[in-house]
């Protein structure tokens, strides 16, 4: 008869999840036993670097992915990351190790986790630890359901040790569960919002990415002549940032996001919250133009304060809207303003180096960024291209995302060059996914911009005439080092010379190859 084990193989194999993201434990040797030649097993150092490699995974390839974490502390490692996944709309599985069950019950058992499944909670959409053994093959399958059913997001399935060589019967596969287009009565009261409005905007969130539809939101907002913006904090670029209709980035706070607005008689916010804010600094005292939010998020429509919220999934929503819509004769808004090009100096002002990668990064290539202090910065100088995927950012706040990150899309996408820009603090936090890239032999490039500080707290700290506060500066930290000893290529640069050939060399090369890059530590106001 067949195993746990057996069934569930066969289960991945039938729903593409034969790519495994891990760090393993003794508690998953009954999952990962004859581990088969057509499963594919990423190895990372830290389970939090797991789950971020295979987050980016999941997020270029679009596919669902596994993630396999050890028991208890294994997974509170990993959990950083969960809670990414979830703000991420991550279709990801979470299949954790549990202690035997004949253990579980009698008293304290090395590796047990107690309420295993609600360890995760609430950053998953659903979780459980099957009652039997034999209900193991179907609790991953309802995961794997729960994970691709819009909106998206991290599951969690708790496995005792000795389940996977307990009998279990086949199970039939069913297909995901697909996308919805918005209610017909909604969807004509917002096309003639639309028609009739004089100066239309709309606002990208990371779902219109996710969903594949940039294509489609260009061509309903060059059917209606409107201003596009990008949500505040969004963790996905979901327009083209050098198209002429792009307007630029809405700032996480409320002042600054209603001014930005504020020349607009009608805003159209598909897929992203109505607002994400990060600082406080007083109410806005001019009101929002007519909202109207397009999201398969019932919670999400449910928090906006205001606005007409329409519940569907972007990219049936955006086609059906330009379907009906009437091709706008108004004035296009004029194209958003960029600074000219920086010159070179030392030590090295940040704007200098993003206005190198713009030149030359290919078009199509995976921006990966996770640099708090420099975000305006990149965004002024080194505009995302692509219209699939071309940027990969954190939504979550939770440092230590775009280091693995770069790995797993490099392994999702292996097409197209990946380019991680890190900031040293954060880089040190999955530092250890350096050596999964020289082990899977990925063709990234990470630069890491050295300014020796914690740049974002100490400027959010000083910003209100507050004095300075310990625990933010670094320094120190040879990251040329760092990544020779885990297998990458370096170079080390410090002046204006040295970027241009290192950056050169480092994009013509196959391996992984890591730029340290002195920066001058005069940080830019955040917001």
């Given at each position: 008869m067949s195993t746990v084990r057996d069934v569930t193989r066969d289960l991945l194999r039938r729903l593409d999840l034969t790519t495994v993201f891990g760090n393993p434990g003794t508690t998953e040797i009954g999952f990962l036993r004859d581990f088969p030649e057509d499963f594919r097993y990423v190895l990372g150092l830290q389970e939090s670097v797991a789950v971020a490699m295979a987050d980016a995974y999941a997020q270029v390839s679009g596919k669902a992915v596994l993630v396999n974490l050890h028991s208890a502390g294994g997974v509170g490692h990993g959990l950083g990351h969960v809670y990414t996944a979830y703000r991420h709309r991550t279709p990801m599985i979470v299949v954790a190790g549990q202690q035997v069950r004949s253990l579980l019950q009698p008293g304290e058992a090395f590796l047990a986790a107690d309420d295993a499944a609600l360890f995760p909670r609430p950053y998953v959409k659903w979780s459980c630890e099957p009652a039997r053994a034999a209900d193991v093959p179907a609790a991953i399958a309802r995961a794997y359901h729960v994970s691709t059913q819009p909106p998206y997001g991290p599951t969690f399935v708790s496995v005792p040790a000795d389940d996977w060589d307990a009998p279990a019967d086949p199970l039939p596969v069913r297909p995901r569960i697909g996308g919805y287009a918005p209610d017909p009565d909604a969807l004509a009261e917002l096309v003639a919002a639309l028609d009739a409005s004089a100066r239309p905007a709309i606002v990208v969130g990371p779902a219109v990415d996710g969903d594949g539809a940039v294509p489609d939101v260009v061509a309903l907002a060059q059917r209606c002549r409107a201003g596009v913006w990008a949500s505040p904090m969004s963790p996905r670029s979901s327009f083209p940032e050098d198209h002429p209709l792009f307007q630029g980035f809405l700032q996480p706070e409320e002042r600054a996001t209603a001014e930005a607005l504020a020349g607009h008689d009608l805003v159209l916010v598909l897929g992203a919250p109505v607002f994400t804010y990060h600082v406080f600094r007083g109410r806005n005292p001019v009101p929002l133009p007519p909202l109207y939010l397009i999201s398969e998020d019932e919670q999400l429509l449910a928090r906006a304060q205001t606005g007409v919220g329409i519940r569907a999934t972007v990219r049936a929503a955006v086609r059906a809207l330009t379907a009906a819509v009437a091709p706008a004769d108004r004035a296009a808004p004029p194209p958003m303003a960029r600074p000219p090009r920086p010159p070179g100096r030392s030590p090295l002002p940040v704007?200098?180096?993003?206005?190198?990668?713009?030149?030359?990064?290919?078009?199509?290539?995976?921006?990966?960024?996770e640099v708090p202090s420099h975000l305006n910065v990149r965004r002024a100088h080194l505009p995302v291209r692509a219209t699939r995927t071309g940027l990969l950012s954190t939504a979550s706040g939770t440092l230590g995302y775009g280091l693995p990150a770069a790995v797993g899309a490099a392994l999702g996408c292996p097409d197209r060059r990946v380019v991680a820009v890190l900031g040293d603090g954060s880089s040190m936090y999955g530092i250890q996914a350096l050596w999964t890239a020289a082990r899977e032999n990925v063709p990234v490039t990470f630069v890491i911009l050295d300014n020796a500080q914690y740049?974002?707290?100490?400027?959010?700290?000083?910003?209100?005439?507050?004095?300075?506060?310990?625990?933010?500066?670094?320094?120190?930290?040879?990251?040329?080092?760092?990544?020779?000893?885990m297998?990458?290529?370096?170079?080390?640069?410090?002046?204006?010379?040295?970027?241009r050939a290192a950056l050169a060399k480092a994009l013509a090369d196959d391996r992984p190859t890591l730029l340290h890059v002195r920066v001058d530590p005069d940080p830019h106001p955040l917001y």
């Open positions: 704007s200098y180096v993003f206005a190198e990668l713009a030149e030359q990064l290919p078009r199509d290539a995976i921006l990966v960024e740049a974002a707290v100490r400027i959010l700290a000083e910003s209100d005439g507050g004095a300075k506060m310990p625990g933010v500066e670094l320094g120190g930290i040879d990251f040329v080092a760092l990544a020779a000893g297998g990458c290529a370096t170079h080390y640069v410090e002046h204006p010379d040295e970027l």
